[in-house]
């Protein structure tokens, strides 16, 4: 595609509730981030895949996160029993060489 | 571990002021800075790369310079818009390792 596509831009669950968070990035780019944004902070990384593979997992918080990307493109976010403490932008990039394209995330709030 | 911050916070300027963004780092081993640009409620987009053997890059209004010995960054805005405003980070990739790390960012909010 275009750019960084996430879906959905907005997800509302209740305390202890299962979600997917969902990143198609650009068609090609082998390279795909995660990062997870608080408010009036700067993102902070979460895992970064090169191909199918995890390369780095090291930002992930606990074992209640958990991310796949099973054929080298999409690639899903998965937060079980999730927390208020959950409730941030979480923010997908894919890379080619140099650079970075962001999509424009997906707001998770956890009431 | 890397440590990356934006001074000021935020910044209120009047239509057509130059400005100056600061971001510094800790660590000197870098890859490269980027700065990006984040409208609210959107993703980031990306302005400028440096690459760390490279002292400055512009783009129309835009100038960043890098002095990696010294750790810092400083994004120069000419002739300051009202379209400008948005919030400016700065982030850096390690040589070792393909994760950024940002620091808290600056809102700029430029008034007509």
């Known amino acids: 595609g275009a750019g960084v596509s996430q879906t959905p831009s907005n997800k509302v669950t209740e305390k202890g509730k299962y979600v997917e968070l969902r990143c198609d990035p650009i068609?090609?780019?082998?390279?795909l981030y995660w990062y997870r944004q608080s408010l009036g902070q700067g993102p902070e990384f979460l895992i970064y895949?090169?191909?199918?593979?995890?390369?780095?997992d090291s930002g992930l918080p606990n074992d209640r996160f958990f991310a796949v990307r099973p054929e080298g493109s999409v690639s899903t976010l998965k937060i079980q029993r999730t927390e208020r403490g959950d409730s941030a932008v979480y923010l997908c990039?894919?890379?080619?060489?140099?650079?970075?394209?962001f999509g424009s995330g997906t707001r998770l709030t956890v009431v | 571990k890397q440590e990356v911050t934006q001074i000021p916070a935020a910044l209120s300027v009047p239509e057509g002021e130059n400005l100056v963004l600061n971001c510094s780092f800790t660590d000197s081993a870098i890859y490269n800075l980027q700065w990006f640009r984040q409208d609210p409620g959107k993703g980031l987009t990306s302005l400028l790369l440096i690459q760390s053997s490279q002292r400055e890059q512009t783009s129309g209004r835009l100038n960043a310079s890098l002095d990696k010995s010294s750790g810092r960054s400083t994004l120069y805005i000419a002739a300051s818009q009202p379209g400008d405003s948005a919030t400016y980070l700065c982030?850096?990739?390690?040589?070792?390792?393909?994760?950024?790390?940002f620091g808290g960012g600056t809102r700029l909010m430029v008034k007509p």
């Open positions: 990039a894919s890379s080619e060489n140099y650079g970075y394209t």
């Open positions: 068609s090609g780019h082998t390279a």
């Open positions: 895949f090169q191909g199918t593979g995890a390369a780095d």
């Open positions: 982030a850096v990739k390690r040589n070792a390792g393909n994760m950024l790390t």
